[in-house]
């Protein structure tokens, strides 16, 4: 037997967990880390990541919505109406939960991808920059401008990824398989 979710319970669970993630981003800020990053990494991958980052939080909260919304049709015995009156198999229906979060996971890894794009944008910043006749200091030198921007743009994938994937994505797939089982029980009932 399928336990009805509470009230908006998906749109509690992302709001502390998203918010405490921005209190800690606010903390960062406050800080200077997030200054850090943007003044080490001279290939601006990271403001990329950040455009990114902003966009797929956008969907996977406008997808929280469309969620929080099904379930609490479900909590009320109702089945959402862009459903209709048809009734779908359990293929189907998990067809139709990975397809609509598809998007999220997709700009989740494109994080990944990122960084390493910045990772090998600072290598290359780090070899073009040196030159014949240059002394261990001044390689030394070229080389950290290099790795500031190595170690920032995968960093910054990395921690967007963690978030957008592993926290979000997460989120959204439980609640969309919690609508596929209470789908599959009505249907069955």
Not at 42 to 53: G, N, R
Not at 157 to 182: E, H, K, M, Q, T
Request: proline share 2%; hydrophobic share 50%.
């Amino acid at each position: 037997m399928y336990k009805r979710p509470i009230r908006n319970s998906l749109l509690y669970q992302y709001a502390l967990i998203n918010g405490f993630l921005f209190a800690l981003l606010a903390v960062s800020g406050y800080m200077g880390l997030i200054s850090l990053v943007y003044a080490a990494d001279f290939s601006h991958i990271t403001s990329v990541i950040a455009a990114l980052f902003a966009l797929g939080w956008g969907i996977s909260t406008k997808k929280m919505l469309d969620l929080n919304h099904s379930l609490n049709m479900y909590c009320q015995g109702q089945r959402p109406p862009e459903l209709g009156s048809r009734r779908f198999t359990k293929e189907i229906l998990l067809l139709r939960s990975e397809t609509n979060l598809m998007v999220v996971s997709n700009i989740a890894m494109s994080f990944l991808y990122l960084g390493v794009l910045g990772t090998v944008a600072g290598v290359y910043f780090a070899l073009t920059g040196i030159g014949a006749g240059m002394s261990m200091t001044e390689i030394i030198a070229v080389a950290f401008y290099g790795a500031g921007t190595k170690l920032m743009a995968t960093g910054t994938g990395i921690v967007a990824f963690l978030w957008l994937y592993f926290v979000n994505y997460f989120l959204l797939n439980r609640a969309s398989l919690d609508i596929v089982a209470f789908e599959l029980e009505h249907s069955n009932a």
